[in-house]
């Protein structure tokens, strides 16, 4: 089982001298964050940061980044869920098992709820193809 949550960040770099300034302070870049085994602890990470396949809470976001990267980030973006077949069906199978912590009727409703369609299943090397909160 693998899966990895895909953000932006945004990234303002300070040089630590007074005399030295950057012309392009900030830089964008890809960050992949592991998503843990469905089911044990942090596996609610996307219902906790997620809605609608965004980031729910910006200021939350940014900070959670500044302190993994150690670094000021300025903006995340979420892009996506990556996700092999198993770990995307362990996942259908806690949700469904608490449809309630989601306050939703089915598998599908919770996963659109909180991914929008931004859940990709890697199907082989640089293919996929879009979930669209199928469940």
Known sequence: MDAHYAFGVRIRLEPE?????????????????????????????????????????QDHARRLFTEKLGMNVEAVDFRGLHTDEAYLEALKAEIDDSLETFKADSVTEAISKYFGSSLVVDVGEGEGESEGGEG
């Open 17 to 57: 001298a007074d005399d030295v300034v950057l012309e392009s302070p900030t830089v964008e870049r890809r960050c992949l964050l592991e998503a843990v085994r469905p089911g044990t602890d942090g596996w609610l990470f996307f219902r906790d940061t997620l809605w609608r396949g965004e980031v729910a809470d």
